[in-house]
């Protein structure tokens, strides 16, 4: 999640390794979506990033790959498809495949939400590193 003037851009960010860092697949508007996938060697030190808030433990990380990019050649140019809906219909297609464990999109971006609340301020001020959570309404395991 990014702090911006607006309500805040949510991404999802794959990590791989420490060396690497990671993915982050995120729009860097919250008014229309564009795709934007980029390397991240250290996220926790991004401009404007709220913080990270783990939902899944990821064992393949090709499968996951696959499946958010796939969101890409859905209809995401229809009226009113911002970041924030794209990522909730990539979440969901990510449950149906069994990659991540969450009772209900509205619960979890609810959740997400609160923890976007509590260190908005400082992702503002831009102090470093940003924190990384875990969901409670996510089943991570192992």
């Known amino acids: 999640m990014y702090a911006t003037s607006d309500s805040p851009p949510w991404a999802l960010y794959l ?10 697949y995120r729009n ?4 229309s979506w564009i795709a934007n996938y980029g390397q991240a060697s250290d996220i926790r030190m991004e401009e404007q990033l709220v913080g990270l808030y783990r939902v899944a433990v990821v064992r393949s990380l090709h499968i ?4 958010i990019r796939e969101e890409d050649g859905r209809p995401c140019h229809l ?7 794209w990522l909730g219909r990539t979440c969901e297609r990510l449950k ?10 509205e619960g979890l971006s609810e959740e997400v939400c609160r923890f976007s609340g509590q260190h908005w301020e ?12 875990v969901a409670s309404s996510c089943a991570l395991t192992e």
């Open 15 to 24: 990590h791989e390794n420490a060396q690497f860092g990671g993915t982050k």
């Open 28 to 31: 860097p508007s919250n008014r």
């Open 64 to 67: 996951v790959d696959e499946v």
């Open 79 to 85: 009226r009113g498809m911002t970041g924030n809906i």
């Open 96 to 105: 149906e495949e069994g990659l991540m464990a969450f009772g209900s999109w």
């Open 122 to 133: 400082s992702a503002l001020k831009g102090l470093r590193p940003r924190p990384v959570e």
